[in-house]
């Protein structure tokens, strides 16, 4: 195992009716005027906005609203949220939402403590070094976003999908409150459980350095995933699928399945940035495409590995089996596993390449996966 340093100081609020406490949390921190950060008129629709106002008023929490945050959430909206932080003076994000509406969250409490423009920190052109404070209340469990200190932005000029990652912008407080997730479509219930999935299976198939204990935890967080999906696609209002399918979302990224590990990294996000950034694809069903590609095309690299995972996920020591089995689950959930399901030619695959290169590049892998490397992937879906 590698020396490594765990520390994660988002506090967890799980379970029925949090949501109604969010306010008390946030008072808690001493702050009494946030940025309301959501996306669409969903949390309207249900009781959740007039629960999440009533909660902010009663405990004297002055709000101003940012809505319309998009499932590939963009750098101008990110913006507009800075611009309103700094002119009203607000002391903490609140997101109420999915991973977009927490993404930009993060984005926006970075921005609003710094006096450059905010891309800086995606380009790498600078570090975060203070940000508001974030809360969030989840009304969909796939990114994790809830319990890192991850944000993933699309730049609507450049068509260029980077990340940023700093501690300073995880979540105070994250409200997660299984029944909210409930009316997730089952398209998007499909989606997550891909995304948490390659959350997991990342670093387990790219590290140099792999303890077994955290190649157990990854195993144990996949089978809850696939057990958990199958019976919210029969019942969505199964509340104890819905609860175990929530917690390990949030295990899968937390920072918990790559300490001890070395050398890992995550070709198929960098890939499947590319394809939300330039066809607006929903991000898990981009990983739904990209992951059985990249698979087949990796596997030799690390077979052993491949070969637990078809072992202890479906029951066979056949490496391509366990490629097989898994992007036939995608498909049976309802996911796409080719190019052509989410509506990408043949011929756009050059362009993917180019762009997934930039990410590449500026995740330190650029030489090993070559435009002509991206190509090679993205041919086999």
């Not at 004297?60 to 750098?75: A, D, K, M, T, Y």
């Not at 001890?260 to 990983?287: K, Q, R």
Request: hydrophobic share 40%; charged share 20%.
């Amino acid at each position: 195992m590698n020396n490594f340093t765990y520390y994660n100081p988002t506090k967890i609020e799980f379970g029925k009716e949090k949501q109604n406490k969010i306010g008390e949390y946030i008072e808690q921190s001493g702050i009494k005027k946030v940025l309301l950060v959501y996306g669409g008129g969903s949390i309207k629709r249900s009781t959740l906005y007039d629960d999440i106002v009533a909660s902010l008023n009663k405990n004297s929490i002055e709000f101003i609203e940012l809505s319309g945050v998009v499932s590939n959430p963009l750098l101008s909206k990110t913006n507009e949220g800075i611009t309103l932080a700094k002119e009203n003076n607000i002391e903490a994000i609140l997101a109420v939402g999915g991973g977009s509406v927490a993404d930009s969250a993060k984005a926006i409490a970075a921005g609003a403590k710094y006096d450059g423009d905010v891309w800086d920190f995606f380009i790498q052109k600078a570090q975060i070094t203070e940000a508001l404070p974030v809360f969030t209340v989840m009304t969909l469990s796939a990114t994790a976003s809830e319990m890192n200190g991850n944000a993933v932005i699309i730049n609507d000029e450049t068509k260029q999908k980077y990340s940023i990652a700093s501690v300073l912008v995880n979540p105070k407080v994250s409200v997660i409150n299984p029944e909210l997730m409930a009316t997730v479509s089952k398209e998007y219930l499909a989606y997550s459980a891909v995304d948490i999935i390659s959350h997991c299976i990342e670093v387990y198939f790219t590290a140099t350095t792999q303890p077994h204990f955290n190649s157990r935890i990854v195993e144990s967080i996949i089978k809850t995933v696939m057990e958990t999906t199958e019976i919210l696609l029969e019942n969505p209002n199964d509340y104890d699928a819905r609860a175990e399918f929530a917690w390990a979302a949030i295990q899968g990224l937390n920072g918990l399945t790559p300490a001890g590990t070395a050398g890992g990294s995550f070709p198929n996000h960098m890939i499947e940035h590319s394809l939300s950034a330039l066809y607006n694809v929903a991000h898990g069903a981009g990983l739904a495409v990209v992951i059985p590609a990249w698979m087949k095309w990796y596997k030799e690299q690390n077979i052993a590995q491949f070969k637990r995972f078809s072992q202890e996920i479906f029951g066979s020591d056949d490496a391509d089996i366990g490629i097989e089995k898994l992007e036939e689950w995608f498909s049976k959930i309802g996911a796409p596993t080719t190019l052509k399901e989410v509506n990408i030619p043949r011929d756009g695959i050059e362009a993917l390449a180019i762009n997934a290169n930039g990410t590449a590049t500026m995740w330190g892998m650029g030489e090993y996966y070559s435009v002509e490397t991206i190509i090679e992937i993205l041919e086999r879906a």
